[in-house]
């Protein structure tokens, strides 16, 4: 699991400098990856989006998002098959 947080600009916020608002991305890693090695899976969790990378990449890897609704399903599938 990485230690720091993903930090970057709210899309809400303007691009004149100034006061802005920042989110942070909680990267959690899968419980199905290899606790041996750098390579694993990670998952962070917003209200609406669920976001996946490859964490072997390193931190500043490209990420996945994909809505809420959509990991739910996929996850339910992988648990049941169904």
């Known amino acids: 699991m990485s230690d720091s947080l993903v930090w970057f600009k709210s899309s ?3 691009d004149q400098g100034g006061a802005c608002l920042e989110v942070a991305l909680d990267w ?3 419980s199905h990856s290899d606790f041996e090695d750098a390579a694993c899976v990670e998952v962070a969790a917003c209200p609406r989006t669920i976001h996946i990378r490859d964490s072997k990449l390193g931190p ?3 990420h ?5 609704a959509a990991w739910t399903a996929f996850v339910e599938y992988a648990r049941t098959g169904a």
């Open 28 to 30: 959690r890693k899968s």
């Open 12 to 14: 809400y916020s303007d």
């Open 60 to 62: 500043q890897t490209p």
């Open 64 to 68: 996945l998002a994909v809505p809420g």
